[in-house]
């Protein structure tokens, strides 16, 4: 931590040299906008990634990623490892020191029992812990001394850094969430909404889902930070109204989130206020397939179960010819521009573990349509589109409701009608798509449709969990309420054994031919997922802002305790 | 006229209570979760927990019967408990929101002042804008004037507030940078400078909102008077010899004024249920814009006490139509 | 407007009277002829102006056009021509703007009337358009289509089947200001001299209000009537951003003005075309509505 952000300091000298001699609290106020405003500071009760984000400004992890994906320190002193004994040599257990000195934005110290105390109220079984995953398989969290934590897992786990780590699991203060554990978090409305933390600056006013007013942390821990001495995020309106107020008026400082046309962003660059920067993590959008039959003439119980296989995707030729009419530069050129990549992998990053699979970006509807022809669709009455056995090659494409979206359905289906496919378009309110009710028949996990297109993400640079959803066993079905990650109902014994096999590799580089190879199984060697574009957070931030360094990994707002105005 | 108001306030408590139960259910059968702006990467069983640590899985009558408990006993008596100091109900459970576990009566106290300085101004200046042209372009029909105010109208109406909204930001801000774009609602008003600063920043939703609202009431209005010009009352009174003044402000207002009234009593209440779209827009925590943030993030707790207030102003304001209409008219009986 | 038709004793000389007031109407004239050549553009143009077919790599290289004599109205994000949007959007628009009006407007008069006409119906009725008044619209419209939309696709089609429950769900949520604005012109004009006059003489309720009421509410009828297509049109265009109606392929006005509207400082004409068209809709019927209203009343028909 003390290197990383020497070296920070230092770039930023050389780069504006006054700024780096700033103080803490001289640069004034500090102003951010959301297009969705903040409703808690608690992470551990919101999954609300605008959430998270804001609470990252005041409370901390023991360790974080950086920019690069890489594991930096927080409010531990170092990572612990294999090679500096923090982690057993059996895995089963991590030991982290705290670093010396540290006190809480009230003045009192920081403790290993603090931590202990988190760990217990993620894991009380009323409290609802949104954030649950990052505490489990853990037996025990001990204070061996105050400055000391250990963490004794159920079993040997080869990536021990869960708890306590990343924007996502901070550390709570005992003291203020003492009386909120289970049943009664929700009722800690202060505690919730202006908890005491350790980062750069501290909460003076929460207006819910509106403003959080925040001032600079007295006791933090670097005395000549924050350059400035207060901040403010305001959160509503759309991401356009957002990067609106960063790029053209200048009222704000910082926009997270602002995905807007390529278009627009070219217009709004050119106003001169301000520029638009943007984090490339794991989110891809893609296609997902249905392997299993959702026809409405089925049963209801048997619609789009493991009982019927789709009959026109059975065929891996149909798939593939799909997958070849789209032109995926395109969809990046219409819908992200600077902010999307084309990709053929579900796992497009980081470095490392991302597959070399290439084929896909380049357009081959001549191929695809000789591959139509093999698997037997031909137009045999010379409607424009393919039948077999007197049944029509037809489609229904669903989605969310969001612009880009319905740009690249648009698009898609002038491919696939080119190839002669008949494609029926639907979209959906995010919420009802989203939501998982198992009562609506359009929940992307009942997939009431032959394909459907979102976007989703590894929440860590590791995907190792991410990867689990394509397990068989994760399928969704009437038995699970229609819950289950598994959307496509991909079942491969092979893909099952490889994936237990990755649970139990600790070597980094195999580790990362194991996910490589996972990702192939469901995308270039199946075709189950189509993906196209690997997208990135756009966000926007002002000229006058200094040290903004974007991260994927952790939250945006990482070094918030860096950013300094540019005079 | 006593004893009607009486009779339909007391009628009122049976009906709230049906309405209350009937968006209830409403709320609770629209598909959606209180899950849905969870990312994808919580896994299922987690957000099992989620929702059972939200006490959603409780059947739908428990929860309608636990909000009313919380509605009509513990919030007032919270309330009283503050202002006394005294202790009924203390620890019980407030209504809370799903979405931020805040109580939602704290929220909707942070929203009020800003929904009634915004939208109760720009349904105010609406008013005011379009009572004066509806009277005169109904008096001069057909004239320059009249042809002007329809097409200023018709505009008005047929242009939604997103559009305008978004016109008036690009115009005023972005090119001309005279207001500001986000409202700041941690703004308290101290002294001159201040008050400016708020007048600024309230004057495109305002504009927004007070072209809208002008448009439709300024066609009732004219409508109205239009109707009333040619009676024969209104012959008389100018026979009589009573200035053009007093015929048209005195005779034909008064007698125009009943669906005016209405339009007016209907939208009162849509001053509390907020601009959905235009506080969104610029960035005004008032009511429509938690409703509708509500209403996305599937938080049942905060729909269903917004909708209710909402019925109860409704209820509250087409009764008070009714007494108006009296008022405006002696012939009108209830009883 | 047939009601009040029907009530009359000698239809054709009356209606011819009504055209002949109508006729003089020269707003009303220009409104019929905009509106006609709307519905007329919308009808046929889309065989007239057939697109020419790009393939989709060919229409990106031609995407946010200004007008030219190819694209007269230009071409949007991706490359699509605006003039055959805008006309096949027009059929959608104004199918639905002009039906769920009239469906608002008919339910609403009639609940209205008999509410403020019978007093024993009043307290009943005014009660439900309080509960229709404060239901939140949203969560209305998701359970309304999770409820119908694939039965009632099922019966008549898909396409079909979305008009229908637009034009439904449109209008069941649209008709209870007219109701209150109606039942309080009704709760005034039954106290008047000639309806009492009419009921001393042992004429039937039926009578009282198709002779003598509803012709002296069609001012704020005709009011509510103009607003009414412009809220249907704009509706519409909400309802299709709840994934309620149509296919998202399926462009109408008030889609193509919601989608225009992040482009509409980089490419203004995006948001023009839709907006002049709705915009002109709900001119014509105003004044349409205008010189209709004038044509009915009696007392200046006479002058």
Known sequence: MKLKSALLGAVAALAFAPAALAERGTDGEVKLTFPQAVSIMNPYLSGGTKDIIAASMVLEPLARMDENGVLVTRLAAEIPTLENGGVSADLTSITWKLLPGLLWSDGTPVTADDAVFTWQYCTHPEGGCSQATKYEGIASVEAVDAGTIKVTFTGPKPNPYTAFVSHLAPILQRAQFEACIGAAAPTCTDANNMPIGTGPFMVTGFTVNDTVSMEVNPNYRDPAKPAFATAVIKGGGDAEGSARAVMETGEFDYAWNTQIPPDSQAAMTAAGKGQFVVAFGTLVERIETNTTDPSADLPEGERSTAKHPHPIFSDIKVRTALSMAIDRSILVEVGYGAGGKPTCNVIPGPEGWASDNTACLTQDMDGAKALMEEAGWTDSDGDGIRDKDGKKLSIVYQTTVNPIRQDFQALIKDWWTELGVEVELKAIDPGVFFGGDAGSPDTFQKFYADIEMYANNSESPDPESYLGQYQCKNAPSPETQWQGENINRFCSAAYDALYAELGTTTDIAKRQEIAMKLNDMVTKDSITVIPLVHRGTLSAHSNTLGGVIINAWDSELWNVADWYRVK | ?335 | ?303
Not at chain 2, 99 to 117: A, E, H, K, N
Not at chain 3, 89 to 101: F, H, I, K, Q
Not at chain 3, 135 to 154: E, K, N, S, T, Y
Not at chain 3, 169 to 193: D, F, H, N, P
């Open chain 2, 1 to 335: 006229m006593l004893t009607f108001t009486l009779r339909r306030l007391l009628l009122a408590i049976p009906t709230l209570l049906v309405i209350s139960l009937v968006i209830f259910l409403l709320v609770d059968l629209a598909p959606g979760s209180p899950m849905s702006e969870i990312p994808l990467t919580v896994p299922p069983e987690v957000r099992k927990k989620m929702i059972e640590a939200l006490g959603a899985d409780q059947p739908v009558f428990i929860r309608y019967i636990l909000w009313l408990r919380q509605f009509f006993w513990v919030e007032p008596m919270t309330l009283f408990d503050g202002w006394f100091g005294t202790s009924f109900v203390e620890g019980q459970q407030r209504i809370l929101s799903w979405q931020s576990r805040s109580p939602v009566f704290t929220i909707i106290g942070q929203r009020i002042p800003q929904t009634l300085t915004v939208i109760g101004t720009a349904y105010l200046v609406g008013i005011l804008i379009a009572l004066p042209i509806g009277i005169y372009s109904a008096y001069r029909q057909y004239s320059f004037f009249d042809q002007a105010g329809t097409l200023f109208a018709m505009i008005g109406f047929s242009v939604p507030t997103f559009f305008s909204g978004t016109l008036f930001i690009i115009i005023f801000s972005v090119w001309l940078g005279w207001f500001p774009t986000k409202y700041d609602t941690t703004l308290t008003v101290t002294d001159w400078e201040s008050f400016l600063k708020l007048v600024k920043q309230m004057a495109l939703p305002v504009m927004t909102l007070g072209l809208a609202n002008a448009a439709a009431i300024s066609r009732y209005m004219r409508s109205s008077m239009l109707d009333n010009l040619g009676m024969d009352y209104v012959r008389t009174a100018r026979a009589k010899g009573l200035t053009e003044r007093t015929v048209v402000l005195k005779h034909v207002l008064r007698n125009s004024l009943i669906p005016v009234v209405t339009v007016i009593a209907l939208g009162i209440p849509s001053i509390f249920g907020g601009a959905i779209i235009t506080e969104n827009l610029f960035g005004v925590n008032g009511i429509g814009a938690a409703l509708i943030g509500a209403i996305q993030a599937n938080d049942i707790p905060m729909v269903q006490t917004l909708a209710f207030i909402f019925a109860v102003l409704i209820v509250l304001f087409n009764l008070i139509a009714d007494i108006l209409y009296g008022l405006l008219d002696p012939r009108i009986r209830y009883d």
């Open chain 3, 1 to 303: 407007m047939t009601d009040a038709r029907a009530a009359q004793p000698k239809p054709a000389s009356q209606l011819r009277d009504v055209w002949n007031q109508f006729r003089t109407h020269k707003g009303a004239l220009f409104g019929l002829c905009v509106l006609g050549f709307l519905i007329v553009a919308v009808l046929i143009g889309p065989y007239i102006w057939v697109p020419e077919k790009l393939s989709v790599a060919e229409a990106i290289k031609l995407k946010n056009q200004g007008p030219t004599w190819r694209f007269p109205l230009g071409t949007d994000q991706l490359g699509r021509d605006m003039l055959a949007r805008m006309l096949l959007a027009g059929r959608v628009s104004l199918a639905v703007g002009l039906v769920a009006m009239v469906i608002a407007i008919v339910v609403g008069t009639f609940i209205g009337i008999l509410a403020g006409y019978f007093r024993r119906l009043d307290g009943p009725l005014m009660r439900v358009t309080d509960m229709f008044l404060a239901l939140p619209l949203v969560p209305l419209l998701l359970v309304m289509v999770m409820l119908f939309r694939d039965r009632v696709a099922g019966m008549i089609g898909p396409e079909l089947g979305a008009f229908t429950l637009i034009v439904f769900a449109i209008g069941i949520t649209s008709w209870m200001a007219t109701a209150r604005i109606v039942r309080g012109e009704v709760l005034t004009l039954k106290e008047r001299e000639y309806v009492l006059a009419a009921r001393s003489i042992g004429a039937r309720p039926r009578r009282i209000i198709m002779r003598h009421i509803l012709p002296n509410v069609v001012s704020p009828v005709m009011v509510a009537a103009t607003l009414g297509v412009a809220e249907a049109i704009i509706t519409e265009s909400v309802l299709s951003f709840l994934g309620l109606g149509f296919p998202p392929d399926f462009p109408t006005w008030g889609r193509l003005l919601f989608d225009g509207l992040q482009y509409m400082q980089v490419y203004p004409e995006r948001v023009i075309w839709p907006g002049l068209a709705i915009s002109l809709t709900v001119l014509s019927v105003n004044y349409i509505g205008d010189g209709l209203r004038d044509a009915l009343d009696p007392r200046i028909r006479g002058r």
